[in-house]
């Protein structure tokens, strides 16, 4: 997996959403150093089963939601299914709208 390339606009892009999470007014607390590396990893599986052997913007966002839904809670509700609905929601949203370089 380490052999998927990963270009620096790549890892500006990562680091641009990692960020977006973090200052999203509606959601709680950030990404953490681990769930940073796990979707680095995932977008490299995803281009990896894609048959390509570099990420490309597309991989991360194919696999941005699934991997940090469960990692962020979205402000005033709790654990339960209507705040999955919402966080899924925002994420979504803050995909859309974060440039991709």
């Known amino acids: 997996m380490r052999r998927v390339h ?3 606009a790549l890892l500006d892009y990562l680091q641009a959403l990692v960020g977006a999470v973090r200052h999203h007014d ?4 950030g990404l953490s150093p681990r769930a940073v590396m796990a979707l680095l990893r995932a977008a490299q599986a995803q281009a ?7 990420v490309i913007p597309e991989d991360l966002q194919a696999v941005f939601v699934a ?10 509700n709790t654990g339960s299914p209507r705040n999955a609905a919402s966080s899924l929601a925002v994420l979504t949203d803050l995909l859309a709208n974060t440039p991709v370089p």
């Open 48 to 54: 990896l089963l894609n048959g390509r052997h570099g």
């Open 6 to 8: 990963a270009s620096p």
């Open 67 to 76: 991997v940090v839904a469960h990692r962020v809670q979205v402000r005033g």
């Open 26 to 29: 509606l959601l709680e607390g």
